[in-house]
Nanobody
Framework: QVQLVESGGGLVQAGGSLRLSCAAS????????MGWYRQAPGKQRELVVS???????NYADSVKGRFTISRDNAKNTVYLQMKSLKPDDTAIYYC???????????????WGQGTQVTVSS
């Protein structure tokens, strides 16, 4: 079983910055993709950005140039640096990590508990 612990959300004024972290732990054999999703009130969860094991990234158009994803493979941790935040970025942010556990015998697809990001105008 693989657990994810997120941190770093909070309240910030428009134009400000926040950094989210998500650490994976448990029976991890290898990690493929890591990513961040968000869900605003009344809306569906959407992909913000993902990063592959080879560090290829896929950003939502709405965050390109403002958000940066990075990963520390030694720590099984993924980060999301958010700059120039807008009120429309207000949402619960969830990290997602996929890979293999149990010495490579099983796939896992784990979600963090979510962290609230609120951007005031």
């Amino acid at each position: 079983q693989v657990q994810l612990v997120e941190s770093g959300g909070g309240l910030v004024q428009a134009g400000g910055s926040l950094r989210l972290s998500c650490a994976a732990s448990g029976s991890i054999f290898s990690i493929d993709a890591m990513g961040w999703y968000r869900q605003a009130p009344g809306k569906q969860r959407e992909l913000v950005v993902s990063i592959s094991s080879g560090s290829s990234t896929n950003y939502a158009d709405s965050v390109k140039g403002r958000f940066t994803i990075s990963r520390d493979n030694a720590k099984n941790t993924v980060y999301l640096q958010m700059k120039s935040l807008k009120p429309d970025d207000t949402a619960i942010y969830y990290c997602n990590v996929r890979g293999y556990s149990d010495s490579g015998r099983a796939r896992f697809n784990s979600w963090g508990q979510g962290t609230q990001v609120t951007v005031s105008s």
